[in-house]
């Protein structure tokens, strides 16, 4: 069983991130070879600070070790370091049609809030396609918001595979049964985010416990006061979906407990859950943070190991695609 999986490092990490995709990964390297890749190509698709892409990459290292990926166990690397990616990016554009580009959610919504609209904003689900493809990935751990990214890439290895032979696995996509996506808590119509969500709604990994509770304390909720999971509250449906993964609990079990209480003091207990299941992890990422030497060392390690196990895939499509390679 071949795992991956890629998270960009933009943006302060949050909750949602953490439900949709930390807590799976350390889960999944336990089931086979595992590939974790920081997709810091994707990050410069729109406007960004070069000096900060360097910090954010060493901060985004720090917490996939500091939530549990062991990075002897796991392939822990930047995309950069690996050419392979930027190379079957272009391989695999002519097999990928305008249509299905244009027709990608997250280009949409993306481009909306740029003034100045990227190429690379609209083709970077072909990188990530190559990202996920040169592994013979089996399953990619993500958030349901990546299930049309995951399609399109099995869409473009079948079509590889149809037009040049044999090349790909055929990846699927596993997703959390609960917690997948987590809601903005101010407004609970829209998924938690640092660039199209609220401040107060979003809570950040590495929130100090006192703006954690104060976040929850001003959650929006619903009208009336019973605390169920359903269609008509959100709000409160978003708050039980943080508890299940903050404590392991399950969505009936939460709704039992606090069967007949107010809200107020669901959203106390709800809050010092996420604090009691974020305090060792900001504990553990200070301390990986505050030697950026080892990280750096780690990217290293990992990048030739990840170069290692793509390249037998990378020639293979050269190969098959008619090209005569140098040896």
């Not at 997250?106 to 072909?126: C, G, I």
């Amino acid at each position: 069983m071949r795992i991956f999986s890629g998270i960009q490092p933009t943006g302060a990490k949050h909750l949602g991130n953490y439900a949709g995709g930390f807590r799976q990964y350390a889960a999944a390297q336990e089931q086979g070879k595992a590939f974790f890749c920081i997709v810091d190509l994707h990050s410069i698709s729109v406007e960004y600070d070069p000096s900060e892409l360097r910090e954010r990459t060493l901060d985004l290292l720090a917490i996939l070790l500091a939530t549990g990926l062991d990075a002897e166990r796991s392939t822990i690397f930047a995309q950069s370091q690996v050419t392979a990616h930027a190379e079957a990016n272009w391989l695999l554009s002519t097999v990928t049609s305008f249509g299905e580009l244009r027709r990608m959610t997250q280009f949409k919504d993306k481009s909306d809030a740029q003034q100045f609209v990227s190429a690379a904003l609209f083709t970077y689900p072909v990188l990530q396609a190559g990202d996920i493809l040169l592994y013979q990935t089996d399953i990619v751990p993500v958030g349901v918001d990546q299930r049309q990214h995951v399609e399109l890439t099995r869409d473009v290895a079948e079509r590889f595979n149809s037009r040049f032979g044999e090349t790909f696995t055929l990846p699927r996509g596993v997703y959390p049964k609960t917690g997948a996506k987590v809601m903005d808590l101010q407004e609970p119509e829209k998924k938690m985010s640092t660039t199209g969500g609220t401040e107060q709604g979003t809570v950040l990994m590495l929130d100090p416990p006192d703006v954690i509770r104060r976040k929850f304390k001003t959650a929006v909720t619903d009208s009336g006061r019973e605390i169920v999971h359903a269609a008509d509250k959100p709000g409160v449906s978003n708050l039980i979906e943080i508890m299940t993964v903050a404590t392991g609990e399950s969505v009936a079990e939460i709704q039992a407990r606090y069967d007949g209480e107010g809200y107020g003091a669901f959203k106390a207990d709800v809050a010092e859950s996420v604090v009691t299941l974020l305090q060792p992890f900001q504990e553990r990422f200070r301390e990986l943070r505050d030697d950026p030497g080892e990280l750096q060392r780690l990217l290293a390690v990992g990048a030739e190991k990840a170069h290692e196990a793509s390249a037998p895939t990378l020639e293979a499509m050269y190969d098959r695609m008619g090209f005569v390679r140098g040896r």
